[in-house]
């Protein structure tokens, strides 16, 4: 029967998608850009392995099977001098389940107001940014399956007066097994209103994504987690997300990722180091991103977890 539910779960929402191949037709094309080094690094193929609070962004119902306390943040050098920053936090209250808040925000330096008539500038300054707020919770359906969710406020300013907002909904599952660490993650992300810009509007990046993952070699001191996802995003063809992580002790960590049917991204790596003080886990990652002729991104990111 379960296997019945995941598969009628995988076709359906591919079906509806599969004849929509429309790219431009959507807005806050932020809520596309990975919040994670460790994702990133892994080609974002994380939905069904990502731990810790960014699994608010990659799959809400692995914020159920957080000890107790999780908080994360991240800085992306975008390009042209664009700023990109995640920050989330997660806190599981046992039988009520776990809350999580989160904040992205995609934003460029101070500019300065030019017009036709003034080129040089008229003395103004403005910034311009994309937001988005989002609630988070998740719970056990059973011991390996739990279920989560997002609630989010989109937030868009390009200059005065010309802004726009939208909400939108996440909904996940994740189920975990014994055999080897495999996990299995879907998602359906960013389904809500409209983006109106004056007297236009457009619909959110609204993809259905699945994948998997597992420990495909391990011994006492090391093992090799791989992992694959698909995405089907309403505005364009799928896309496919290969990545590997190996780590010696659960203290040093090296990442690769792959991006298949995707016209820019390629490939990406990167590391990362985690070690225990007291009750208190901490993280440091990074990743770089290749991104052909445009170049590359790096990703930097710092996490703390109470155990």
């Not at 008229?122 to 910034?127: L, N």
């Not at 236009?200 to 495909?216: D, K």
């Not at 992580?245 to 960590?253: G, M, Q, V």
């Amino acid at each position: 029967m379960l296997k019945k539910t995941i598969m009628l779960a995988i076709l359906i929402p591919l079906c509806l998608f599969a004849q929509y191949q429309r790219p431009g037709s959507t807005d806050a094309q932020f809520l596309k850009i990975d919040v994670s080094p460790r994702a990133s690094a892994m080609g974002g193929s994380l939905i069904s392995a990502t731990t810790g609070a960014e699994a608010a962004f990659y799959n809400p119902a692995a914020l159920a099977r957080i000890p107790n306390l999780d908080l994360v943040f991240s800085h992306t050098q975008w390009f042209a001098g664009i700023s990109h920053e995640f920050a989330a936090i997660a806190k599981n209250f046992g039988l009520i389940g776990t809350f999580g808040l989160s904040v992205t925000a995609l934003y460029t330096d101070e500019m300065e107001v030019r017009t036709p008539l003034q080129p040089d500038g008229t003395g103004e300054t403005f910034y311009s940014g994309n937001y988005r707020f989002a609630l988070s919770y998740a719970r056990h359906l059973t011991d390996q399956v739990t279920l989560g969710g997002n609630f989010s406020y989109v937030y868009m300013k390009l200059y005065d007066k010309f802004s726009a907002d939208a909400v939108a909904v996440d909904i996940a599952i994740l189920y975990v097994t014994h055999f080897r660490n495999f996990r299995f993650g879907m998602k359906i992300a960013n389904f809500g209103s409209e983006v109106k810009y004056v007297n236009e509007s457009y619909p959110l990046p609204t993809n259905f994504q699945f994948g998997m993952s597992m420990n495909a070699w391990q011994n006492e001191s090391s093992n090799l987690l791989v992992s694959f996802a698909a995405v089907k995003p309403n505005d364009g063809q799928p896309l496919g997300l290969l990545g590997t992580e190996w780590n010696w002790r659960k203290t040093l960590f090296l990442r690769a990722g792959y991006h298949l049917n995707h016209e820019v991204i390629r490939y990406s790596f990167g590391g990362g180091l985690q070690w225990k003080i007291s009750n208190y886990q901490l993280r440091f990652d990074y990743s770089y991103n290749d991104f052909s002729l445009l170049g590359g991104t790096h990703r930097f990111g710092i996490g703390i977890g109470y155990h």
